[in-house]
C-alpha cells in the first residue's frame, strides 16, 4: 500500500525557516518524481514544487521560486522542502503527492506563519 | 507559467441533475496532459481523470473528461449526493499548476 507521511509543519514567526519531510512507502520511491502542493485556509490546491527520482529536474511556483528548496535522499524514501524567509501567505497544509499525476496524496502537515 | 481557469466558481444544481465543468488553460500544453480532481471537506484531494479524459479505476462512469488544447471539461452525467464537493483541473505538461476549483453545491 502506498503512504506518504508529512511531519516537520509547525508555528513559525515572519521570516523565519521551516523544513517539512514526507517518508515514502510501498512503492520504489526513487522511480518516481514527487511534489509538495499546499493549501491555505479555506483555498485552493496550489503546487508548490516537484522534483524528478534523480532529482535531476527541479520546478518552483513563482510564489515561492528563491525561497523553498525541494530536495530527496532515496536512500531513506524521503523527500524534503526546506522554506526560507517565510510570510503570513505561506500559511497552508501542506501535502507531499507521488507523480505528475496525482493519484497519492499525504495526510498534509499545517505550517502556520504567525508572529 | 502555464495558467489554468476555472469557471464557473460555484455550480448550484439538484441531484439527478448533470453539471459541466470547464477549465481553460492560456497557453497549449503538452498531450493533453490534464487531471481533475474531487475535494471534500477534510480530505485530501482524490484523483478522477488523466490524460484529459482517462478515468481511474473505480471513479463511476457518470464522469467523464473531454477537451484539447487550452479548454477542457468535467462532466458529471447525474450527480449523486456524494458528488457534490470542489473540483480542480491541474496540468502536468509544464511543471504543474492547479485551476482556483469549481465548488458543486445543492440548489
Known amino acids: 500500500e502506498v503512504q506518504l507521511v508529512e511531519s516537520g509543519g509547525g508555528l513559525v514567526k515572519p521570516g523565519g525557516s521551516l523544513t517539512l519531510s514526507c517518508v515514502a512507502s510501498g512503492f520504489t520511491f526513487s522511480h518516481y518524481n514527487m511534489n509538495w502542493v499546499r493549501q491555505a485556509p479555506g483555498k485552493g490546491l496550489e503546487w508548490v514544487s516537484c522534483?524528478?527520482?534523480?532529482?535531476?529536474?527541479?520546478y518552483y511556483a513563482d510564489s515561492v521560486k528563491g525561497r523553498f528548496t525541494i530536495s530527496r535522499d532515496n536512500a531513506k524514501n524521503s523527500l524534503y522542502l526546506q522554506m526560507n524567509n517565510l510570510s503570513a501567505e505561506d500559511t497552508a497544509l501542506y501535502y507531499c503527492t507521488r507523480d505528475s499525476i496525482m493519484a497519492y496524496w499525504g495526510q498534509g502537515s499545517l505550517v502556520t506563519v504567525s508572529s | 507559467e502555464t495558467v489554468l481557469t476555472q469557471s464557473p466558481g460555484t455550480l448550484s444544481l439538484s441531484p439527478g441533475e448533470r453539471a459541466t465543468l470547464s477549465c481553460r488553460a492560456n497557453q497549449n500544453f503538452s498531450s493533453n496532459s490534464l487531471a481533475w480532481y474531487q475535494q471534500k471537506p477534510g480530505q485530501a484531494p482524490r484523483l478522477l481523470i488523466f490524460?484529459?479524459?482517462t478515468r481511474i479505476p473505480g471513479i463511476p462512469d457518470r464522469f467523464s473528461g473531454s477537451g484539447s488544447g487550452t479548454d477542457f471539461t468535467l462532466t458529471i452525467s447525474r450527480l449523486e449526493p456524494e458528488d457534490f464537493a470542489v473540483y480542480y483541473c491541474q496540468q502536468y505538461g509544464s511543471a504543474r499548476t492547479f485551476g482556483q476549483g469549481t465548488k458543486v453545491e445543492i440548489k
Open positions: 490524460g484529459a479524459s
Open positions: 522534483i524528478s527520482g534523480s532529482s535531476a529536474y527541479i
